[in-house]
Every structure is written in structure tokens, then in C-alpha cells.
């Protein structure tokens, strides 16, 4: 379903387009991200009721939506699992992955969920909106929030850039937030085709700073070692 708010449904393109979302479709089901994902799913497993309402707000094309949801599953939980995202193109493919996910055109600044209604929020990458995040969510309920952490696609930015830079790490409090912890989720990883290489720059903001340059420079690239440095935030709802 498409939930945009009719002051916002007025533009041509929302979020990621159709080529930016099917290379992130197919570099992630490669298992590029799988640890990460793995990391989630257990947190999710671990932290949600048995019967959970659970949005993943930003869920692009769905794939760790579907991880979440199939370890809940797993486990015996009886969840009931949403995901919105601005991008409509992303939003067709996750609906593609499974026809037990409730999907929506939707942003995150404007969630069309009802007050604390949900047990848990996923939130990967995505634009944080505090405000909205608080509201839907109950009183206590989980925030999870994947961010990079400093060392990132360190090699990738040395391929990219003549002076490369480590990710800024900010404070974890957050208003209205209890921090409960993190996760460190850090590996090194070998993309081993030009495809893929140009398929996680594509996924990345330093697809739009750098315009053609940065393709050109890792167009020469056929493989590519790589840190993956993710950090898995923890929030209680106060």
C-alpha cells in the first residue's frame, strides 16, 4: 500500500530508485551482511514478547525483515511484523520476499501507526525521527538501531577517496530513550566480483558525494577486501 501523505506523494521519486534497490537486493542476499544480520535476529528473538507488533521503519527491500521475522518464527514467537519505506520501488520488492509482512509506501517522519502501539522498532540506516518513534512505540518497548561504527568500508573509502575518513561515532543517549547496550558486529570481507563492489558503493552515501568519480576509480577493481563495522544499539522506551 502506498501511505504517503498527500503533501509528499506530489514528487516524482521517494528514497532509493529501482536500480539503487536491486543492487542492495542482490548484494545482500550474497550473505555479504549475513553476520550482521544474524546479530539482529537474535536480539530480536531475545528481546521481543511472545506475541510482538514489530515495525522495521526505513525496511527497504526487505531483507532483514524477513530474517527477523523468520527467527521469530523460529522460535515459536506468534509476531505481527510491519515495514515501511519512502521508496516505492523498495517497498515492491520486500512485499515480493513474503506475503506474511505488511508492507506500506510510508515515511518515517509521518508513520501511519497508531500511539504506542508497537512492541518493537527496527531501524537500519535509516534517517532517526525521535519524535515518531516515541510515539508509536509502548511505554518500555525496545528500539533497536543499527548505525556504521567508525572503521566501516575503511579499504572501500581508500579505493574511493585520496584522503579517506573513519565514520563519526555520536553519543548514544537519545531523548526519550533509555540506552540498554550495544553490539559490535565487526569482520573483514572479500567482495569477489566488480559487480559487487560497485553494488555496496551504490548502497552507500558516498554513492551520491563523489558522482562519476568514485565508480571510475573502483571500475578497476575486480576484488576487494574490506572491514564491516557495525554497531547494534539497544533502547527501552521511557
Not at 551482511?33 to 535476529?41: D, N, R
Not at 515459536?76 to 519512502?86: F, H, L, N
Request: glycine residues 6%; aromatic residues 10%; neutral net charge.
Amino acid at each position: 500500500m502506498n501511505l504517503l501523505l498527500s503533501k509528499h506523494a506530489g514528487k516524482t521519486n521517494h528514497g532509493d530508485n529501482k536500480l539503487m534497490v536491486r543492487a542492495r537486493r542482490n548484494f545482500l542476499d550474497k550473505g555479504y551482511y549475513e553476520p550482521l544480520c544474524s546479530q539482529l535476529c537474535r536480539l530480536v528473538t531475545k528481546l521481543s514478547p511472545d506475541e510482538p507488533v514489530i515495525l522495521d521503519a526505513g525496511c527497504g527491500e526487505g531483507y532483514y525483515t524477513l530474517a527477523a521475522a523468520s527467527s521469530l518464527d523460529k522460535s515459536g514467537k506468534s509476531a505481527d511484523i510491519y515495514g515501511i519505506d519512502v521508496s516505492r520501488d523498495a517497498v515492491d520488492y520486500a512485499a515480493r520476499r513474503s506475503s506474511t509482512i505488511n508492507y506500506a509506501v510510508a515515511s518515517v517522519f509521518h508513520i501511519p501507526v497508531a500511539d504506542c502501539s508497537c512492541d518493537m522498532l527496527i531501524t537500519l540506516f535509516a534517517p532517526y525521527s525521535g519524535e515518531e518513534y516515541r510515539r508509536v512505540l509502548k511505554k518500555g518497548g525496545v528500539m533497536i538501531m543499527g548505525i556504521p561504527s567508525e572503521n566501516h568500508l575503511w579499504e572501500l573509502k581508500k579505493a574511493v577517496y585520496d584522503v579517506p575518513y573513519k565514520n563519526e561515532v555520536r553519543p548514544y543517549e537519545l531523548d526519550g530513550f533509555s540506552f540498554a547496550g550495544s553490539r559490535r558486529v565487526s569482520y573483514k570481507m572479500k567482495l569477489t566480483s566488480n559487480e559487487d563492489i560497485l553494488s555496496l558503493f551504490s548502497m552507500t552515501p558516498y554513492y551520491y558525494k563523489t558522482g562519476k568519480d568514485g565508480p571510475e576509480r573502483l571500475s578497476r577493481y575486480e576484488t576487494l577486501e574490506t572491514q564491516a563495522d557495525f554497531e547494534l544499539l539497544v533502547y527501552h522506551k521511557i
